[in-house]
């Protein structure tokens, strides 16, 4: 049965919270007693002539303070305490025991028990008025403090539900992100090719890919918006919605030949229009780096825009590594900027690598990076596997190097094996 409220049950209640009190003691007397100090003063008091009686009571009623007898038939005031403390409402109660003694004794007894204070008999008017003025300042602070917990556990409730919600949007966005670099593994003509991309948090700004342009020519590309948070994600998106697609509707990096068929645009013409694009109409203060490599497939002819990302890489059959590219500054900081497109070929048996500054700037603490301890004896490792496993082996010894830590920055990879009739993805 729950105790009905009175008025002292606002929580906001400054001096004067206790305004009920239940005064408990076997003598008639002596009750009625303290019972008429209290009613003098204000004050709605209760009675009970045993501690048991003062439990019944209880269920029915509340109380702000008793006022217990320590000497009483059955439960003694001590014992009145302790069963108390043990209700739910027990820590609310200010409790004050009637007693004779001094002692040190069994002051610590009543302590123990969990009384706040005591009050010697005969008791005095004044005396116990200063003792509730006590019991007010210390209920007060309570009930202020209950209020402000229960505000404080409203309040961490709300920001639960919302961080839910915003760890399944998280998700669902982490998902779909995913599914930007899908297929994860292709055979085109004489090229395989394998790319994987790992997000530092939920979302990330990197993407890798590839676009078939034509029969003959094949669209490659790997970049890395600045940031990696929603809205490093987002435009992200929007990159992989404009390289996406083999005609110049759909995919900014291809054109219309002469004879109206698809051919691929200059990639420094590209990159150049993705910067002037990304500082006029998205108006955004992110930026990116950029590697677009356009490869004939008949001939093994590579023609490539280096913007501020990592060069790529060439793995030859006889595991020699050489960088491509000439560098170039970022896409979407600076208006004007040119790029340069350069020029090499693959040979048969060679495998190009794009990767983003994840790989090669990845490290253990303050020791050294990737690139510069480990990623050419890891490449030359895995450049007897086909890129369906190459790919995969090379993110494993990258963990391995930076001992699993969690890195600060994206990882994306894309590896193209240019064999005509040679390894299989």
Known sequence: MSPSPHPCDDPQAGPGVVRRVLVVDDSLAQRRALARMLERRGYEVLEAACGTDALALLDRDSVDMVISDWMMPGLSGPDLVAALRRRPEG??????????????????????????????????????????????????????????????????????????????????????????????????????????????????????????????????????????????????????????GSDATRNVAVGVGPDGTPVARDPAAVVAEMNRAILGELA????????????????????????????????????????????????????????VTCEDMLRPGDRLILMSDGITEAQRGDGPVFEEAALGAALRATGTRPVRAAVPALLAALAVFTGRARQKDDVSVLMLDYAPGGRAA
Do not use: W
């Open 284 to 339: 955004t203060e992110l930026y990116l780096t950029i590697c677009l490599c356009v490869l004939d497939l008949g001939t093994g002819r590579l023609r490539l825009v280096q913007a501020g990302h990592p060069h790529p890489l060439v793995l030859s059959p006889d595991g020699d590594i050489r960088a491509l590219g000439s560098g170039g500054p970022p896409v979407g900081l600076l208006a004007g900027m040119s790029y």
């Open 91 to 244: 820590e609310s109660l200010y409790v004050v025991l009637l007693t004779a003694k001094h002692g040190e004794d069994e002051i610590a007894q009543g302590l123990g028990a969990g009384a706040d204070d005591f009050l010697v008999k005969p008791v005095s008017g004044t005396e116990l008025h200063a003792r509730i003025r006590a019991a007010e300042r210390m209920l007060g602070m309570q009930r202020r403090l209950s209020a402000s917990n229960a505000d404080l556990s409203r309040t961490l409730g709300e920001l639960r539900g919302l961080y839910g919600a915003l760890e399944r949007d998280m998700l669902e966005a982490r998902a779909l992100q995913r599914s930007l670099i899908r297929p994860r593994h292709a055979e085109i003509g004489p090229a395989a090719i394998a790319l994987d991309m790992q997000a530092c948090g939920h979302v990330g700004g990197d993407l890798v890919g590839f676009f078939r342009v034509s029969e003959r020519e094949l669209g490659l590309y790997a970049l890395d918006v600045s940031g990696h948070g929603m809205g490093s994600a987002l435009m992200t998106a929007r990159l992989a919605g404009s390289l996406s």
